[in-house]
């Protein structure tokens, strides 16, 4: 840990690496990225259970994420919609349309769709499930939707997630 109590907890597996920036015990922020290798991995003991959670989920093992997030940075909306997100199962899909219906505010999807681009915890706030509404009943490329990771990210996030999903 550094004089400004912050560190990082890097994990790779899969093909790709988490880079997790933690401030005390609090997770700050979560960016993707591709792994080189799975062997730059560093762990710190004292957070094993943040490691441990993000490498199960790596090796395609089912998790409910109950970790330390610093949301002081999220606005009302972006939390209602996150919150909204949290309820949808591992592995599964909705759309930019159903959590704007189930936040009460169906012609939202645009700003819905902004508030997820924001999410500073992938995975654990899993916005690489939303996708536009017609995947759902014609599961081309073209309508996976985006993320800011990039859509190669998010088609290896989904197939971790759920192998009968073929890009």
Not at 130 to 141: D, N, R
Not at 146 to 157: A, P, R, V
């Amino acid at each position: 840990m550094n004089k400004n109590n912050t560190e990082s907890i890097i994990i790779t597996g899969n093909s790709l690496k988490i880079f997790v920036e933690m401030k005390g015990d609090w997770i700050e922020n979560i960016h993707l990225s591709f792994a080189k290798t799975d062997e730059d991995t560093k762990e710190n003991s004292e957070k094993s259970f943040i490691y441990q959670s993000f490498k199960n989920y790596l090796e395609g093992k089912e998790i409910e994420f109950d970790l330390p997030l610093n949301r002081g940075k999220i606005t009302p909306f972006q939390n209602e919609v996150f919150s909204e997100l949290k309820k949808r199962p591992y592995g599964s899909l909705t759309s930019y349309s159903a959590l704007a219906r189930g936040i009460g505010k169906e012609n939202h999807r645009r700003a819905v769709a902004q508030a997820l681009s924001a999410n500073p915890f992938p995975i654990i706030i899993p916005c690489h499930r939303v996708v536009y509404q017609a995947f759902l009943s014609h599961p081309l490329e073209q309508f996976l939707g985006g993320y800011s990771y990039g859509l190669e990210i998010k088609k290896k996030l989904l197939y971790i997630e759920n192998k009968s999903l073929v890009f």
